[in-house]
């Protein structure tokens, strides 16, 4: 189900749009050269790793970014500096930026203007990548048919959660990310799919 998403590992996630649009590479195995557009959602090092970059990018790779970060223009590819709330696209495919932070934690300040993703695929709707956020006012309106949010707690929201955000967004499909490896135990995707209502599909694609 959803196949045309993969999890490698963590928040590492690679969709096939016809396009392949990568988000916050990490820990890739194989160097496939294969991505079209590659989102980071922040400047953490399990999330903005210029050596998996490396692995996944051509000539012609875009990066998009926070505006906050400089780091990606020292690969020599095309860059998009983004801010939350605008509204952009990218090799004709429509994106929408949502802010991510924490509330009451120092990890993920709302000031840094990091980024959680929305992709408007015309195969598969709208598909929200969360990033590094806890809920917030802002990803409580997202609108999306698909959601990929963390569930490792300590930096993020946890499997609990995770769980709330998706019960109040309610999208057609949930995946848990985040989690069993950087953050959070492995038995945290269970514990978000028990906790999610019941006319929400959670999908599991980390082990």
Not at 189 to 201: A, E, L, N
């Amino acid at each position: 189900m959803l196949d045309f998403i993969t999890i490698n590992e963590h928040s590492s996630i690679r969709l096939d749009e016809g396009k392949i649009i990568y988000s916050d590479p990490y820990n890739i195995r194989n160097a496939t050269h294969d991505a079209d557009i590659i989102l980071i959602t922040h400047s953490h090092f399990d999330h903005y790793s210029p050596e998996d970059i490396s692995k996944v990018m051509k000539s012609d790779t875009v990066i998009v970014c926070p505006i906050s970060m400089t780091e990606p223009k020292e690969l020599g590819l095309t860059v998009k500096q983004v801010t939350p709330g605008d509204s952009f696209e990218v090799l004709g495919i429509k994106f929408e930026a949502v802010p991510a932070y924490n509330i009451g934690k120092p990890f993920h300040p709302k000031s840094n203007g990091w980024l959680g993703y929305i992709i408007n695929s015309p195969n598969n709707g709208r598909i929200y990548v969360a990033g590094d956020t806890d809920i917030t006012p802002e990803n409580k309106q997202v609108k999306c048919d698909i959601a990929l949010v963390p569930a490792g707690g300590t930096f993020t929201t946890d499997a609990l959660q995770a769980a709330e955000l998706i019960n109040t967004i309610r999208p057609k499909y949930a995946i848990p990310v985040h989690y069993g490896t950087v953050a959070g135990n492995p038995e945290d995707g269970d514990i978000f799919r028990k906790s999610v209502v019941s006319d929400v599909k959670v999908v599991i694609k980390l082990q």
